[in-house]
C-alpha cells in the first residue's frame, strides 16, 4: 500500500520538475531572437521564439498591397519556424523529463 504511495510521490516530483522545465522552456523560446527576410528582401520581420514580433522594417517605396501582400508571407515563414522549433523543443523536453508513460506520443 505504501509502496503505490512513494510511486506517486515520485511520479509528482517529477510532473513537478517537467512543468518547471516547460516554463524555462518557455523562458529561453522567448529569449531567442532571429529575422526573416521575405524573398525579395523588402520587408525583415524580427520575433522571438515564443512569436513575439520585436520589429519590422520595410523598404522605401512600397504601395500598401504589395506591403500586405509581403507582410503575410514572411509572418507566415517566421511563425511556421516559430512552430517547428517549438515542438521540437517540448518534445525534447517531455522526452528527457517525463517518466515512461504508455500512449504517450513521445
Do not use: W
Request: glycine share 6%; charged share 30%; proline share 3%.
Amino acid at each position: 500500500m505504501f509502496g503505490n504511495f512513494g510511486d506517486i510521490m515520485g511520479m509528482m516530483g517529477k510532473i513537478n520538475s517537467f512543468k518547471e522545465k516547460f516554463s524555462d522552456l518557455k523562458n529561453e523560446l522567448d529569449s531567442e531572437i532571429f529575422t526573416t527576410t521575405s524573398t525579395d528582401g523588402k520587408v525583415k520581420i524580427t520575433m522571438s521564439k515564443l512569436a513575439t514580433i520585436k520589429d519590422i522594417e520595410l523598404a522605401d517605396g512600397m504601395e500598401k498591397e504589395e506591403i500586405e501582400d509581403l507582410l503575410v508571407m514572411t509572418l507566415n515563414k517566421a511563425l511556421e519556424e516559430v512552430k517547428n522549433d517549438a515542438i521540437e523543443k517540448a518534445k525534447k523536453t517531455a522526452q528527457d523529463n517525463l517518466p515512461n508513460i504508455p500512449g504517450m506520443p513521445f
